[in-house]
């Protein structure tokens, strides 16, 4: 039975890579995979998935106005999607993760999707809000701070000084 995963945490806990890890072992296995990465996330280029270490692997980008579930059906016509992969999960609106609910069970297609739970000011995303709500499963990737201890803050450093407020 295929379920809807949530898998986060805070910054440089090695999402990114294993989203990678995971779209790799399914193609090794001749399983085709769908990623999708929200358009808003542009660091490395729209569409594109990057780890800090230097992996990447495109991805269809995600707006606003994307319906995942009409997006997923087409490709699934030209191809059998296996599983979907999502990144920066965070970025999501409410309809995407309902649409990622709909592939899950209609389509019995497991969908992973990576993401931050809480913005600086400890307050959740929209996104994650909803993965909260809807996933089946819920895993906490964990990291270390930079004190040492298990990272649970996401934090905006701006030379050198730790912001509370803004966007």
Request: aromatic share 10%; with cysteine.
């Amino acid at each position: 039975m295929a379920q809807l995963y949530y898998r986060y945490s805070t910054m440089n806990a090695g999402k990114s890579i294993e989203l990678i890890k995971v779209a790799y072992n399914y193609e090794e296995r001749g399983k085709n995979v769908l990623t999708l990465v929200p358009a808003v996330d542009n660091r490395y280029g729209v569409g594109v998935i990057t780890s800090r270490i230097g992996l990447q692997r495109d991805a269809a980008a995600i707006n606003e106005d994307t319906n995942i579930l009409e997006l997923f059906m087409r490709e699934n016509q030209k191809r059998k999607i296996e599983c979907v992969l999502v990144d920066e999960c965070q970025f999501l609106k409410k309809h995407h993760v309902q649409e990622l609910v709909e592939i899950v069970d209609s389509f019995e297609v497991p969908v992973l999707a990576y993401g931050l739970k809480n913005d600086f000011r400890n307050e959740l995303f929209e996104g994650s809000y909803y993965m909260l709500i809807y996933a089946d499963k819920i895993e906490e990737i964990k990291t270390i701070c930079w004190c040492g201890r298990k990272a649970t803050m996401v934090a905006r450093v701006i030379d050198g000084k730790f912001v509370k407020q803004g966007e």
